[in-house]
């Protein structure tokens, strides 16, 4: 059964009681192997292409033409050799080589009577499925046929939709197809992150148990709720994750980092601070010392956009500093940690000082970015 074991209290941005999970965590990190230092970007352009950034200079220094369309996510395998892209134009699967950036497998799902729509999803171990969530549309003679959402397994070497099955009505919550998706190192279990973390037979797409966090065992708190990983945490044995969480009394929110065990189904929550109204990133630096995030209060003419620079030792907040708020925009870090960056739904990127949190500069990519997300490759 997973267990949420809160490690402190909620009434401020400092917890020192969890000073010891929050070493732990990053020392387990730091015991990893260090990668090379990145320097080069990637990431989706409009229409259809893909882009790689000096990070030195922001020069762009590849334009990737991608035959299937516009891109919409990326992921990267678990040992970091392929990168695995979807997008929406064809519902196209697109597969790179992650060091000399050349397709090595590109294809359309769509015919001239059948289309789908996906985003993301993760493959398998052996690089040849991709395990999706899925909606069909099939044109008929006077109609088009809308399927209920599916999960899916595509076959990369047959590049077509081989395998699928029926979301169930309990989990058909939030329109099919744009959960978080995570896998076993074994390939047996596929895991959907969302509300609730639902645990799938990978080899049947039958789920065999929903492992309901928002009505944890353990006292002290009232419902958790999921967000994007922490890139600089992430192995093949976790899923890292900021969390949302409630007290059952007060209902009083806070945010911090969870840890998710994908072989053994276990979750830890350690706290961070009081949940402000939009929260983007948890951006570790490769010695694991600082955390940096993006926070947005209120909403249209009362928004303010900050960036918040954290000790992850000490889980304390260090420093903030507005930047100018876009309508939508991602932020990410540099592979030395040194810069931090703003971009999305644009035709730059904005580069501030991790130290100072100052805008140092801005690169102009000449193409309107996509939300695909961006991948710092060695």
Known sequence: ???????????????????????????????????????????????????????????????IQ????????????????RIYVTTITTSGMVVLDSATRKILNQFSLNTPTTRYRFNGGVPDPTGRYFYTQLIRFDKE?????????????????????TRTAEVDAEDDTLGGYRSTF?????????????????????????????????????????NVSFAGGVEGLQNPNE????????????HNKIFGLGRFDLTHRKFDFTPIGPVPTAMSGLEITPDGKNGYAVVTNGTLGNKRCEIWHFEMASTK???KAEFHCRSRFTFGMSGNGEKLYIYGASY???VYDAKTLKLDRTWDLGADATMAGMLILK
């Open 317 to 319: 907040l260090l420093d």
């Open 66 to 81: 991608l035959a299937a369309g516009l891109p919409t996510s990326m992921r990267l395998s678990n040992d970091g050799k």
């Open 141 to 161: 003679a006077d109609r088009y046929k809308v399927s209920k959402p599916m999960y899916a397994v595509i076959d990369l070497q047959l590049k077509k939709v």
């Open 239 to 250: 899923y890292v994750s900021l969390f949302n969480a409630a007290d059952p009394y007060i």
């Open 1 to 63: 059964m997973t267990k949420l074991r809160p490690s402190g209290g909620s009434g401020g941005l400092k917890f020192p009681v969890v000073k010891t999970l929050v070493s732990t965590l990053i020392g387990a990190t730091l015991g990893l192997a260090a990668p090379a230092r990145a320097d080069t970007l990637l990431l989706g352009t409009y229409p259809d292409k893909m882009f790689t950034v000096d990070e030195a200079s922001g020069a762009i220094k590849e334009r």
């Open 182 to 222: 995570m896998m076993s190192p074994d390939g047996k279990t596929l895991y959907l992150f969302r509300d609730k973390v639902l645990v799938l037979d990978a080899a049947t797409l039958k789920v065999v148990e929903r492992l309901d966090l928002a009505k944890p065992e353990t006292t002290g708190m009232e």
């Open 348 to 350: 730059d990127i904005e």
